[in-house]
Every structure is written in C-alpha cells, then in structure tokens.
C-alpha cells in the first residue's frame, strides 16, 4: 500500500525552528512534484512549498526567506525546515507527491502533522 507519512511537528515558541519529513513508502516506480501544504482551523488548505524531481522549488509568499523545502529521491522524502516561525504558521501541515504506482499516476496525500507556534 503506497502512503505518505509525516513527522516533525510539535510545539514550538515563535522565533524558533521545525523541521519536517515525509517518507513514502510501497511500491513506487516513480515521484513527480513533492510539497508542503497547510491548513489553519477555519481556512483552506494552502500551499506552503513545493519540488520537481530536479529540484525546483516555488514557494508561498508568507514563507520565502523562512522555509526551506528540500528532497531525497533515493530514499523517497520530502524535508521542510521552518525557521523563523510566526504564530500564523500555526496549522496542519500535510505532505503531497505525484507518484506513479501500481495503479498508475496520481495525487497522494499524508495524514498530516500539527504545528503550534506560541508568541
């Protein structure tokens, strides 16, 4: 069973740094874009970064300068270091990839972990 999980969150006082990881797992033959995207109690879902497989990166705004996303193809994760944190980072944050699987090409999403950014 292919699947996305994430680790890294917590609580944190703002100023302060995260760092995330996504691992996917099962059989995968290949992995497109990988990203960050959160989600605040009230809001949608939002992107927060996103990775080609060759390493281009595009970010939202409120996070350029502070978050950093990167990738490791040959052991299938994502990593999204968090410096700087604002309380309005305050969300779940949910890994995605693009993956080509037994059952062909599409969207996969982790189950999400919590960041909590005190003042």
């Known amino acids: 069973q292919v699947q996305l999980v994430e680790s890294g969150g917590g609580l944190v006082q703002a100023g302060r740094s995260l760092r995330l990881s996504c691992a996917a797992s099962?059989?995968?033959?290949?992995?497109?874009?990988m990203g960050w995207y959160r989600q605040a109690p009230g809001k949608q879902r939002e992107l927060v970064a996103v990775?080609?497989?060759?390493?281009?990166?595009n970010y939202a705004d409120s996070v350029k300068g502070r978050f950093t996303i990167s990738r490791d193809n040959a052991k299938k994760m994502v990593y999204l270091q968090m410096n700087s944190l604002k309380p309005e980072d305050t969300a779940v944050y949910y890994c995605?990839?693009?993956?080509?699987?037994?059952?062909?090409?599409?969207?996969?999403w982790g189950q999400g972990t919590q960041v909590t950014v005190s003042s």
């Open positions: 990775i080609s497989s060759g390493g281009s990166t």
């Open positions: 995605n990839a693009n993956m080509r699987t037994l059952t062909g090409q599409r969207s996969f």
């Open positions: 099962g059989i995968i033959f290949s992995i497109d874009i």
